[in-house]
């Protein structure tokens, strides 16, 4: 489950949520299954953060920071994942469906058994 520090602190709003990052380098930040449904995320730095299971549909997570992330059996649908950085993400076993992907970075993601139906993924850097 999540840390309820980790989720309060990203609750607060990414400018906050940033700040504390930059302070916070060698902690892994623990967000697996948390609830962020409809969560307005844009510009998160969430590298390296543990996500897995988490529900995010919905979310906006356009240009954020999710390399190295695990993401893995996270719930993404309709979630606006555009220009967003999933370079080396742990996407195996998400559910992607309808989610915006547009010019999205998603060098050396793993995508095994990634449910992608109806994605866009115009412009991303596979």
Request: glycine fraction near 8%.
């Amino acid at each position: 489950m999540a840390d309820p520090e980790h989720l309060e602190r990203l609750k607060r709003g990414v400018e906050q949520w940033n700040e504390w990052r930059e302070q916070q380098l060698g902690i892994r930040l623990d967000l697996d299954y948390a609830s962020l449904s409809n969560a307005n995320l844009s510009g998160a730095n969430l590298s390296g953060a543990n996500l897995s299971g988490a529900n995010l549909i919905g979310a906006n997570l356009s240009g954020a920071n999710l390399s190295r992330a695990d993401l893995s059996l996270a719930d993404l649908i309709y979630a606006n994942l555009s220009d967003a950085n999933l370079s080396n993400a742990n996407l195996s076993n998400a559910n992607l469906s309808r989610a915006n992907l547009i010019g999205a970075n998603l060098r050396d993601a793993n995508l095994r058994d990634a449910y992608l139906s109806n994605a866009y993924l115009s412009g991303a850097d596979l």
